[in-house]
């Protein structure tokens, strides 16, 4: 499952030395495929040409080598096109409306401003349909936990909010504004979002670590007036259920026969539980590297102790090994390698496996293949992706509308509800129990499913006028 790049090799060829057909055979004994080639300037001596390879990452230092070895031959540059589509950032700001003369100088700054800064001054409430605030979330990081990166920081971690701004607004017309904090304190964190908070319809919380992540959020939720989500946790829970109902299909058992084995009980992993459970799953058994979760134990952690109150209903104790042992589900969200063929053999009939540790999963698909009913991972070169974008632009477009002050969990519940739905009877199998990320309805129906539990259960603000 090695990791590949596309690149581009400016060469200058001297042609009396070096054809290039030479070139290519080089590349291609390197493991380099070539996409595209152009000619930059040619004169009767010398070529410039860009050649576009794409080459798995762990040969590309030693295709470059051999290129720059050759006689006649220099290698000008190297660009990766995922760098040169960072360049300068992936988003930008831009005014709705063009200033052309004075006059409209006047309405959109002063004078002509002030007018609208008091009657938000006299009235809060106007800031949601005189401000941007009516669809703007902020997307705060700091950078603690990226996905398959880990702790790199608050500037490492801009580019990946940078993608999920543009994914707002892509899939869903929100405007999503990334924010990278150069602080781990956990009380830093809070104090910062909430005085940012006035300009945001919404807070979207990424990749911050463990268990801090949990307090951060909670004490949002409490503190703020409009909807706290930690994608990582709850997009991820949300998509994972979607696919799930649609593999209990495939498979014709129900939710509340079925034994699930979770495997990794971080901010995802008890996200998943507690959606699990609140969606009638029963018997869940979470096991972390220390074993089964279970009552009667000690945890530091309160989220654990939570779970041990409320997972487990058989004290099942011991890894997973013995926790495996007839079970239907199988649910990583933990690292490489945790799941073995051994185990798979030792599940239930029809067995369905959800691998999502990215980037690589705890079993590789190929391994599991012949002993797997249903599998699903978190990558997008295999079927079945469990992609958080399936659920955040939704979901955050039907809480700006309906201006909600939270995001609750029948909404989530909606939500999963929405995306498994978006997969028709006639198009359901084995290898496609989610909808693409590309699939336009997935949006629409989320939107819809989650304004009408947030008017159901009173978080709603707004009644949009299609719901009136």
């Known amino acids: ?245 649609n593999a209990l299909k495939i498979v014709g058992k129900r939710r509340e026969d079925v034994k699930l084995v979770i495997v990794g009980i971080g901010a995802a992993g008890v996200a998943c539980a507690k959606m699990l459970l609140a969606a009638g799953f029963r018997n869940v058994v979470c096991v972390d590297r220390h074993g089964a979760i279970r009552a009667g134990e000690a945890y530091d952690n309160p989220m654990w102790s939570w779970l041990a109150e409320h997972s487990n209903p058989h004290g099942e104790s011991g890894g997973l090994d013995e926790a495996i042992a007839g079970a239907d589900i199988f649910l990583g969200v933990s690292g490489p390698g945790v799941l073995k063929v051994e185990h798979l053999q030792r599940m239930a009939r029809d067995p369905i496996v959800f691998a999502m540790a990215n980037p690589e999963p705890e079993i590789e698909p190929e391994l599991a293949e012949p002993y797997v009913r249903v599998m699903a991972t978190g990558r997008s070169d295999y079927p079945n992706q469990i992609n958080n974008v399936l659920c955040f632009p939704g979901i955050f477009r039907g809480a700006l509308e309906c201006r909600a002050r939270s995001i609750n969990e029948p909404m989530k519940l909606a939500a999963a509800e929405a995306i498994a739905s978006s997969v028709s009877e006639e198009e359901l199998s084995e290898s496609y129990i989610i909808p693409s990320v590309f699939n336009e309805e997935v949006v629409q129906r989320v939107r819809t499913a989650v304004i009408q539990a947030a008017i159901d259960t009173g978080v709603a603000r707004r009644i949009p006028r299609d719901f009136r």
């Open 1 to 245: 499952m090695a990791s590949s790049s596309t690149i581009i090799i400016r060469l200058e060829i001297r042609k009396s030395a070096i054809s290039f057909g030479e070139v290519a055979v080089t590349i291609g004994a390197c493991g380099g495929d070539i996409v595209a080639t152009d000619v930059i300037r040619s004169s009767p001596e010398t070529a410039i040409r860009d050649i576009t390879v794409h080459v798995p990452d762990e040969r590309r230092e030693a295709l470059v080598s051999h290129l720059s070895s050759l006689q006649g031959l220099k290698v000008v540059n190297v660009s990766d096109r995922t760098f040169l589509v960072h360049l300068g950032g992936k988003i930008e700001v831009t005014p709705r409306i063009a200033v052309k003369n004075r006059e409209e100088l006047s309405h959109v700054y002063t004078p002509g401003v002030a007018k609208v800064c008091r009657a938000i001054h006299e009235d809060e409430s106007k800031a949601f349909s005189l401000t941007i605030k009516r669809n703007t979330v902020a997307i705060v990081s700091d950078g603690t936990a990226v996905l398959g990166l880990g702790d790199i920081g608050p500037y490492g971690a801009m580019p990946v909010m940078e993608g999920k701004a543009m994914l707002f607004k892509q899939f869903a017309g929100v405007d999503g504004f990334p924010i990278c904090l150069d602080t781990t304190d956990t009380e830093d964190i809070i104090r910062t979002i909430k005085n940012i908070a006035p300009g945001f319809g919404g807070i979207n919380l990424e990749d911050i670590s463990s268990p801090r992540c949990f307090e951060i959020e909670e004490r949002l939720k409490e503190e703020l007036d409009i909807p706290v989500f930690h994608d990582d946790q709850h997009g991820t829970a949300v998509v994972m259920l979607a696919g799930m109902l």
